[in-house]
């Protein structure tokens, strides 16, 4: 499943936060934000079912990949329950900090001040709606489609020892309902086998708070994901180096996200006799109107994004571009 797929679905299902960075609060009680409102995406890939079945046939193996448009709504929500006392956070949902960085990943879970050691936190990570994927997504005229279930767990250590740097750990399962990859070119058995895209994912952050001036913070991040596949040819290791700027002010906020990556495969595809490496690199960008409607707590979105992988391989080129606006209350 290619990693440009799995955003594309999470900017479907969410859009970006205000660009804060959490702390646990000093006094107990119910915090957090949900917003909603409606997003216009186009996107070129073969391996990302999109909501309107645009993309049920493609032209050909050797062709662009399939595409296609859509108009949709969106939401988000995080829920936080803060102990002060005990400095423990039970939370739900797609935190802020998290967001704003377009890790869409739903948490359910807990975090803990350790006094000046940092934030601690573990958590179990699940998709509200399973993907959708092709069962054969190399199958030329109609696809049949396949849902794919993503859950795991996390680990993350903030403000690591009282400094401004931060690490994650995250675990996920991927299973497909019907995996089928291959079997409408009459590959044979160990050849699927190459293409089979159950298994996990093992994926690392690391990343530094740097309040460089009043209200505003720059964090760059490594990532890292092993994409530990039960094809060889579906298997891969991935590298990840991006930027977050977010800026809070009384009327107005704005956050901006930039990364370059690649993608390197284990095994070549026995279809294309070559490995699918590819390149790939986004950016995005929203804009938060403060007060709206003289309301406290309630802000107008307005959000913009666009993502590319370009493959060694064209089929396996992928393309999004995303507008949206909405609605944030956060409380």
């Known amino acids: 499943m290619r990693k440009l797929s799995l955003i594309t679905l999470a900017i479907i299902s969410s859009t970006a936060a205000q660009a804060e960075i959490i702390k646990i609060p000093q006094e107990s009680g119910f915090s957090g934000y949900v917003m909603g409102g409606a997003g216009?995406?186009?996107?070129?890939?073969?391996?990302?079912?999109?909501?309107d079945d645009d993309n049920e046939v493609h032209d050909g193996l050797f062709d662009s990949p399939a595409g296609g448009d859509a108009?949709?709504?969106?939401?988000?929500l995080d829920l936080r329950y803060t102990f002060a006392g005990s400095r423990t956070q039970?939370?739900?949902?797609?935190?802020i900090q998290d967001a704003i960085r377009y890790d869409f990943t739903q948490q359910l879970g807990v975090r803990q001040e350790v006094g000046d050691r940092g934030i601690l936190g573990l958590s179990?990570?699940?998709?509200?709606?399973?993907?959708?994927?092709?069962?054969?997504?190399?199958?030329?005229?109609?696809?049949k489609e396949t849902d794919m279930s993503m859950d795991g767990m996390r680990l993350s250590w903030d403000q690591i020892w009282g400094s401004n740097f931060n690490a994650a750990y995250t675990y996920e399962e991927l299973d497909l309902d019907q995996e089928s990859s291959g079997l409408s070119l009459g590959l044979g058995k160990d050849q699927m086998?190459?293409?089979?895209?159950?298994?996990?994912?093992?994926?690392?952050n690391f990343s530094y708070d740097w309040e460089f001036a009043p209200d505003q913070v720059l964090r760059p991040e490594l990532v890292y994901t092993q994409g530990d596949m039960d094809g060889e040819a579906a298997s891969f290791d991935r590298y990840r180096a991006q930027v977050t700027y977010g800026y809070h002010g009384d009327r107005w906020s704005l956050t901006a996200n930039a990364f370059v990556g690649s993608t390197h495969y284990d095994e070549a595809n026995p279809i294309f006799a070559d490995k699918a490496d590819s390149d790939e690199y986004g950016m995005g960008g929203s804009f938060y109107w403060h007060r709206l409607?003289?309301?406290?707590?309630?802000?107008?979105?307005?959000?913009?994004?666009?993502m590319e992988s370009d493959s060694d391989i064209e089929f396996y080129d992928a393309s999004m571009n995303h507008v949206s606006t909405g609605l944030l209350f956060k409380f």
């Open 40 to 51: 216009y995406t186009d996107y070129e890939n073969n391996f990302f079912k999109g909501p």
């Open 71 to 76: 108009t949709h709504a969106i939401g988000g």
């Open 90 to 95: 039970i939370f739900l949902g797609n935190l």
């Open 124 to 143: 179990y990570v699940f998709n509200v709606k399973d993907a959708e994927t092709w069962a054969d997504p190399f199958q030329t005229g109609k696809r």
């Open 193 to 204: 086998g190459l293409l089979d895209r159950n298994g996990e994912l093992h994926r690392l």
């Open 293 to 306: 409607f003289g309301v406290e707590g309630l802000s107008g979105i307005v959000s913009a994004a666009i």
